[in-house]
Structures are given as C-alpha cells and as structure tokens.
C-alpha cells in the first residue's frame, strides 16, 4: 500500500480549512499551523488536519494567511519546506515582485461563503470554482503543472493569469463590487432613519446586490491596501459611470437610457456560466518550447482566448527530454486555440475525441 500524499495548510481559516477539508477527504495526509495555536487545535479535533506544524517533505504547501503577510509567509514556507508552494490571496502583484523561486507559483481560488473560519470549512467549495495561477518567469513549468493538476482534483477550473493582469480584473469582478455593496448598504440604512419601512420592504434586487457586504470586513482592509491601485482605477470607472447614468436620467433621455439597459442585459446574459462538459473533445499535444515559463503560457493563453481546459499535464517527449502539454479542450475552439498557440511559436498536434 502506497503512503499518502502529503500537504501543508499554514493558515488555518476558512479558505486554508476548506482546502484542508478537501484534501482530507481525498486521502492526503495534511498539517497545518495558524498564528492562533486554538485553530491548530480545533482544526485537529475537526478531523481537518493529521498533524500541527508544517512537514518539511511535503509535497505542496497551501499558504493561506491575511494577504499583507503572504509574502513572508511564502518565503518561510520556501525555507522551511521541500516541495511545492503556492498561496490563495485575493492580490497576487506583491508576491510576483518578491518571490522568485522556481518552486513557487501564486494562486487564488475563486470561492467563498458568507460563514467565518473553521466553522465554515466545505471540502466540496472548490468544485466548480475558478482557481486562478499566477506563474513568472520564474516558475518552473513543472511547478506550474504539478499545482495545476492538484487543483484540478479538488474539481476546479484553472485559470492562469499575469499577476498584475488578476489584480486588475479582480478589482471589477471582486473588490470594487463588494465596496459597492457596503455603499449602497450604507446609504439604505442611513435612509431607513428617516423611512422606518424601508429596510422591510428591502428584497429581491437589493438582498442579491447587497449580500457581498456580509463578507468579514477585516479581510478588506488588507484587500484595499494590498491591491489599491487597481481599486481606486476601477471605483474611478465606476462614478464616471454613475455620473454618465445620472445625467442621462436627470434629462430624460430614455432612448439613451433604454440602449444602456439593454446593452447591459445583453452582457449579463453573456456572462459565461460553470463550464459544461462539451460533447465533443479534442486533445492538443503541445512541445513545450525550450524556455522559462513556457508550459504556463499554455494556460494564459486558453484564459485570453476563453478556452476551458478539462485536462493538463505534462509528459516527457519519446524524442528527447522536452516536455510535451496534454491538453483537453472543447473541439468547437480546438482550431482557434491551435491558431494562436502557432502565432506564439508552439506547435500543437489536434486530435478529435468521440
């Protein structure tokens, strides 16, 4: 009988928990520690994790601590331990600039709840949520691949992105909507002073518009802080926004009007949902050129093209030592993504899949 895999959890909240949870269940043997030596124990007599401290031989090491530490974090779980690293902070740009060991590569699921800490663990919380990778230059391809594939076992979707590329997007997606939140939250309550029924009538919209702002607010500090720049250009877009829709309304412009709501119906209703499995696979094998970062490159570009991809590894070559990319997408975008990998200089074989 083989000995099981073994992981690393340094942080032990709701992500690092769940994570723990996830991997648990999958028959890992996890350890983990936390700054609170009563998270160590509950994550314990949870069943959450085998041991307390971080296992030095390890094979991976998932740092999950407040996004202000992650970077001495990270370099202590690089010193510590043998294996892999990666993190699950909602800002990736500081940790691109300060860390450059080939066995590290940043991360950030996409997923969350409304519950705190351990209490809210959910091995099944992965399942279908996006888990974005943000390699360098300095990510060996064998790091990026090894992550990517214990990833996918938890059942998400991989993404890869530049660092400063995640940190951009996720203030629009994330960080900016989750500020609106709270504001529009604010202003209700301030308004319900004066009207004592409007908290009561609140529903529908504004229950689904405003349930980010139950989001712990701690965490959000650090958020804002960490990832400042991209906050302020996007909160920017947004008054202007705001503004542009206030004069539109304050002249009653509604052909104007009507084009914006149906321009952003339009949208929302394009937005892409969790994928679903194709009917049809094409599996893509792609030489990996001799160069840093090239494997990642692979995903980077599927995330800039919309590409899914069901399946990833990387395997040695029968006709040397390079590696080759196994790649499963949808054969519909099979031909598109072949297109603009060979813009790029790989050169991928397509083979359909009944």
């Not at 990026?144 to 997606?173: T, Y």
């Not at 990832?227 to 542009?244: M, T, Y």
């Amino acid at each position: 009988m083989s000995a099981a895999r073994r992981a690393n959890i340094a942080g032990l909240g709701l992500i690092g928990g769940s994570i723990a949870r996830a991997l648990t269940d999958r028959g890992w043997s996890v350890h983990g520690d936390d700054h609170d030596p009563a998270q160590v124990a509950k994550a314990l007599s949870m069943g959450l994790i085998t041991a307390a401290g971080l296992h030095p031989d390890a094979e991976i090491t998932f740092v999950a601590t407040p996004v202000l530490t992650l970077v001495d974090q990270v370099k202590r779980a690089l010193a510590d331990t043998n294996g892999l690293v990666t993190d699950v902070g909602s800002v990736k740009g500081a940790l691109a600039g300060s860390i450059d060991d080939p066995r590290f590569v940043g991360g950030h699921p996409m997923a969350g709840s409304e519950l705190d800490g351990l209490d809210g663990a959910d091995g099944s919380m992965f399942e279908g949520a996006v888990w974005v990778l943000t390699p360098t230059a300095a990510t060996a391809d064998s790091t990026f691949s090894a992550v990517a594939a214990i990833v996918a076992d938890l059942g998400a979707d991989v993404v890869a992105l530049p660092a400063e590329r995640h940190d951009q997007v996720v203030a629009v997606i994330s960080h900016v909507p989750h500020l609106t939140a709270a504001t529009l939250m604010g202003l209700a309550s301030d308004r319900a002073e004066e009207h004592a029924a409007l908290l009561r009538l609140a529903a529908g919209g504004f229950r689904d518009m405003t349930r980010i702002a139950s989001g712990h607010p701690a965490i959000w500090l650090d958020i804002c802080a960490e990832n400042r720049v991209a906050i302020l250009s996007a909160l920017d877009g947004l008054i202007d926004g705001l503004h542009s829709m206030r004069r539109v309304v304050d002249t009653d412009d509604r052909v104007e009007l009507h084009q914006r709501l149906s321009k952003a119906r339009e949208a929302r209703a394009n937005l892409p949902s969790r994928a679903n499995q194709p009917g049809e696979f094409a599996e893509m094998r792609i030489p990996i050129p001799d160069r840093p970062g090239a494997a990642a490159e692979v995903f980077t570009l599927a995330a800039e093209l919309g590409v899914n991809v069901y399946s990833f590894e990387v395997v040695h070559s029968v006709e040397g030592n390079r590696g080759v990319a196994v790649v499963l997408v949808d054969a519909t975008v099979a031909d598109m993504y072949r297109g603009g990998l060979m813009a790029r200089g790989y050169r991928p074989a397509v083979q359909r899949l009944s």
